[in-house]
């Protein structure tokens, strides 16, 4: 695994970059807000990567902080979010905004990214709600997701599998006491509480 390159950039032509490292150009793929943070061709820069190995492809990814590259990789957990996508969100919005509308459940703000659809919106927050402390700087929260974290994102996707929306999910667990509670309890709980 590449984690980061030191060297000189030698190309920049948006989203791709080339960062030369002891004769050898790497080509990176980089969000819009690591591309426009750049400095001048031929100046010495450090990037933060991330290598994607597909059966077509291996890719590339550059970040100009450790946050970026944090939030890149807890993106690509998400169901049917591809580096792609996960680029685009991060070019359209800071990792910073991301985390508000994610917190506020800001679908409206999320649908206006290119690829984000108003589904995909509400997708990504159910789903990111649970891992953004693990995206957070620092990075303390995300060595040790609870327990009770993981339970409960294990219920919200088998809920939202079951056919609920995420919207729905998200206020019927908030109305349970799931501490100390398996995956298998909240469901549990939480389909009591819906037929109610």
């Keep these: 695994m590449i984690g980061s390159l030191r060297g000189r950039l030698s190309a920049k032509q948006a989203p ?3 960062v030369e490292c002891g004769g050898v150009g790497y080509e990176l793929e980089t969000p819009m807000s690591t591309f426009l943070d750049l400095p001048e061709l031929g100046t010495d820069v450090f990037i933060y990567t991330h290598l994607v ?14 946050d970026e590259r944090l939030m890149f990789r807890t993106l690509l957990k998400v169901n ?7 680029l685009g969100i991060l070019s359209a919005m800071s990792t910073r905004d991301f985390r508000r509308c994610v917190e506020l459940e800001d679908t409206t703000a999320m649908s206006k990214i290119p690829g984000v659809g108003k589904k995909t919106a509400e997708r990504l927050i159910i789903e990111m709600r649970d891992r953004i402390d693990a995206a957070a700087p620092g990075g303390s929260k995300a060595a040790a997701l609870s327990i009770e974290v993981s339970a409960r994102s294990e219920a919200v996707d088998a809920l939202v599998a079951l056919g609920y929306k995420p919207k729905e999910v998200h206020t019927l667990i908030g109305k349970l006491d799931i501490e100390d509670k398996s995956a298998e309890g909240i469901i549990r709980m939480a389909l009591r509480q819906a037929a109610q």
């Design 16 to 18: 791709q970059i080339v």
């Design 53 to 66: 190995v597909r059966e077509d492809a291996q890719v590339l990814y550059g970040f100009t902080t450790v």
């Design 80 to 86: 049917r979010v591809g580096a792609k996508l996960a």
